[in-house]
C-alpha cells in the first residue's frame, strides 16, 4: 500500500484481504497506516497458507524501496488503487 504521492510504501499480512484495505482506508487501524495516511493499494499477492504469506512478508520488507517499486511496476505500472478490483 502506499499514499495518495506514492511517497510511502506499506507491507503487510491478512486472511481478508477486502476488509483489511478498507480498515486501512477508513483509518480504523491505528499505527503505521494511519499516521502516514497510506490508503491505496497497489499491489497484492495471494498465498495458499499462512507461513509462505509470512514468509514472503518478510521477504519483500526486507527488502529495497528499488525492489518494492520493481514488483508494483510489473503488476500495476500506473499505480491506480487496486482495491476496487478484488
Known amino acids: 500500500m502506499t499514499n495518495k504521492n506514492n511517497t510511502v510504501l506499506y507491507t503487510g499480512i491478512t486472511s ?4 483489511r484495505i478498507y ?13 502516514y495516511n497510506i490508503s491505496k493499494m497497489v499491489y497484492y ?3 495458499g497458507d499462512v507461513d509462505s504469506a509470512i514468509a514472503r512478508e518478510k ?10 517499486i520493481e514488483l508494483i ?3 500495476n ?3 491506480r488503487d487496486l482495491y476496487d478490483d478484488i
Open 77 to 79: 505500472r500506473n499505480w
Open 73 to 75: 511496476n510489473g503488476m
Open 59 to 68: 521477504q519483500i520488507k526486507g527488502g529495497s524501496r528499488e525492489k518494492k
Open 45 to 47: 499477492e495471494l498465498s
Open 16 to 19: 481478508d484481504l477486502k476488509k
Open 23 to 35: 480498515e486501512h482506508k477508513e483509518k480504523l487501524v491505528e499505527g503505521f497506516t494511519k499516521r
